[in-house]
């Protein structure tokens, strides 16, 4: 008996790694079939082979190991230690997706995002091809710019994890569907996919193609959403479900986190709320709340704790002041947020919050108003006085210094003068 099941274990051992060779080998056959012509393959795409074959041999599945949930070989190699045990309060506000990010060497957003499209049965309920979903996350994570400081794959498994806990508030869990919780995630998870770290008005100004392609008109946001369909398609994830508005819908919500139009998407919904017209048994009043709610997860950094938020601060004015050493270095116009001579990250981060945050936020509160909600508007209360404190201080220190430095100049301009007289004379 014992030689029995030894033998089916071995066969079940060669059969998993000859089926796991053949998709590496159809995943490379690509590249090595490639003709001389069609010129050397890019950087990007070995990345992504390399990622994907890394996580492929990592896996339980290539080592021939049975589980009664198809699910478990692959989650349970993926997060292990720590990892693992921060997934298990990915609903928690305080999540630290820095630390998320060591964990997992860097790749928070793969493993945050396939989490969640677990957690909520999105796999299953979609049939899901699992080697697919892989190899599609990989592609959103290596498409985001890792050198950028502020808006790369963190940023985004940092969105993701906001709309998550966005969605769990138990208005948007009791009513919205299947599809608004893939289409909320995956528009979370791209929602900055390809973003070169540079604001529109700089695209604009430096007559770059994507400008002319999208008539200086939320230029990023639609190269985000053309970018995350052109992904969709090459991984064929959604290939086998009914296209109907798929691409338009996800293209939507991206949209709407283009910060140029923040007043709009505000002023509709605080006419809905004063109103008290929103029905989320419709569905596009559903969209409109998925909307609102990538808006927040988008911008709610200054919501976050101390420690997190000041370090997104930190993170995003450093990428602001790299576009105006560029705007300086070519003697272009320098964007005044993003002048380091002028400014200061306790500056930028006091307007942000108290022209952009703090009104989204207020509304969003109306609406929802939960333990989270209240939490959220706590921190940013908190952070908000912090940033004016330091600012208040760093001038204080400034003009001490500056004081210090005028009389000390008064001191050696008066041991400089020429004596009067002597006292002889």
Not at 21 to 28: K, Q
Not at 30 to 56: E, I, T
Request: hydrophobic letters at 35%; aromatic letters at 8%.
């Amino acid at each position: 008996m014992g030689c029995c099941v030894s033998s089916m274990s071995a066969h079940s051992h060669r059969f998993a790694l000859v089926t796991v060779v053949g998709v590496a080998t159809a995943w490379r056959a690509p590249l090595l079939s490639r003709p001389q012509s069609a010129g050397p393959v890019s950087a990007r795409n070995v990345r992504r082979l390399l990622s994907f074959q890394r996580y492929l041999h990592s896996s339980r599945f290539i080592r021939g190991i049975p589980a009664s949930n198809p699910l478990g070989y692959i989650l349970d190699d993926d997060y292990t230690g720590q990892a693992k045990l921060m997934l298990e309060k990915v609903g928690n506000w305080n999540f630290d997706m820095f630390l998320f990010d060591r964990l997992t060497n860097g790749n928070s957003l793969v493993n945050l995002t396939f989490h969640l499209f677990n957690s909520y049965g999105l796999i299953e309920l979609f049939q899901l091809d699992m080697v697919k979903l892989r190899r599609f996350l990989v592609m959103i994570q290596e498409d985001y710019r890792s050198l950028n400081p502020y808006h790369n794959a963190v940023h985004a498994a940092d969105v993701t994890q906001a709309m998550y806990c966005y969605l769990q508030e138990p208005k948007l869990a009791e009513t919205m569907t299947s599809c608004d919780l893939l289409l909320g995630l995956l528009a979370a998870a791209t929602h900055d996919l390809d973003h070169p770290g540079v604001n529109q008005p700089f695209l604009i100004k430096t007559n770059h193609y994507l400008a002319a392609l999208y008539k200086n008109s939320s230029v990023l946001e639609n190269h985000h959403w053309k970018s995350a369909v052109g992904l969709l398609r090459e991984s064929a994830l959604l290939s086998h479900l009914p296209t109907e508005d798929r691409s338009e819908r996800l293209g939507s919500l991206i949209l709407a986190t283009d910060i140029s139009r923040q007043n709009n998407y505000l002023s509709e919904f605080r006419t809905h709320l004063d109103k008290r017209d929103l029905c989320l048994t419709n569905g596009r009043h559903r969209h409109f709340i998925l909307q609102i709610a990538l808006k927040c997860a988008d911008i709610c950094n200054p919501c976050r704790p101390w420690k997190l938020s000041k370090l997104w601060s930190e993170k995003v004015t450093e990428e602001f002041f790299h576009q105006g050493d560029i705007e300086r270095k070519h003697h272009l116009e320098v964007t005044p947020l993003c002048d380091r001579q002028s400014n200061s990250v306790a500056n930028i981060q006091i307007g942000f919050m108290t022209y952009v945050v703090e009104p989204l936020f207020v509304e969003w509160s109306r609406f929802s108003d939960t333990r989270l909600s209240q939490t959220m508007m706590g921190h940013l209360s908190l952070n908000k006085q912090g940033w004016k404190e330091g600012r208040d201080k760093q001038e204080a220190n400034t003009s001490r210094a500056s004081e210090e430095q005028r009389t000390s100049a008064a001191k050696d301009s008066n041991s400089k003068e020429l004596p009067q007289g002597s006292k002889r004379s």
